[in-house]
């Protein structure tokens, strides 16, 4: 069965064999770089004993290739559409002695109906993912659940994956960070893509800044929401923003 079926059926799916050993390691070791320093969150969504890394997309260097990879590219494209830009985008270091995240679905920051499918997000395995170190927790099936329906605690299971594995979801599936039992640190990057006409979680725009986006590649600035959504939504002083940031000194 393909990506898509997977996905539509459960509400999402694991992918493998997407990276290889050379660059794994290298978005392993710049992501250490990264929470180099970084303290733990100071709340109790993010997690008191998680660390999380914002405002990535001027300082992505190896991890590029994770967001724009072109098999998660597809997936997303066929779910939510060619023009889509990213979420929420963040490394998550969930670090031991973290427990479980409160249960929710991504697109649950937006008042829609919950048929609609507004978001579709990937979390990279950049360690292993196990039981008992914090494992993505998943309740399948539950991208079609109505709204008033929230997961019991044995219906979320744990998406075991080794490190390079991404797993795919609806922005509708119920899921949430598991409890770290390990004494190891468990690392994630974590992207939304949302449909364009949403406001993203994450200002991409304002994190990045006008000197940042016209240093990143031309896909990677889409995807920071320089974009026109449709015809008339999107413009700079009535121009199309790719053409305002680039054609102006
Ligand atoms: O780290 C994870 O496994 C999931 C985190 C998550 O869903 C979130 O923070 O919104």
Not at 54 to 72: F, I, T
């Amino acid at each position: 069965m393909g990506h898509g079926e997977d996905l539509e059926r459960d509400g999402f799916v694991i992918l493998d064999g997407l990276l290889a050993a050379a660059e794994l390691a290298a978005a392993r070791e710049h992501a250490d770089g990264l929470l180099d320093g970084v303290g733990w969150s100071d709340n109790d969504f993010d997690g008191r004993r998680t660390r999380r890394v914002y405002s990535l997309l001027g300082r992505l260097g190896p991890l590029e290739p994770l967001l724009l990879h072109p098999v998660v590219r597809a997936i997303v494209t066929e779910r939510i559409g060619p023009v889509h830009q990213f979420g929420m985008l963040f490394l998550s270091a969930v670090d031991p002695g973290q427990g479980a995240q409160q249960p929710h679905f991504d697109a649950g920051v937006y008042p829609l109906p919950r048929k609609v499918e507004a978001e579709t997000n990937v979390i990279w395995a950049l360690d292993d993912f196990t039981a008992d170190n914090g494992a993505t927790l998943v309740a399948p099936g539950s991208h079609r659940w109505p709204a008033a329906r929230h997961p019991a605690a044995d219906e979320l299971v744990p998406v075991v994956m080794p490190a390079g594995h991404a797993l795919v979801y609806s922005g509708r599936l119920w899921h949430a960070a598991g409890h770290n039992r390990s004494r190891a640190t468990r690392r994630a990057l974590i992207c939304e893509h949302v449909l364009p006409w949403l406001r993203p979680a994450d200002n991409h725009i304002l994190a990045t800044g006008v000197e940042g986006l016209r240093t990143i590649g031309p896909q990677l600035r889409r995807l920071a929401g320089v974009a026109m959504a449709s015809e008339y939504l999107g413009l700079v002083a009535g121009r199309d923003p790719e053409l305002w940031l680039t054609e102006r000194p």
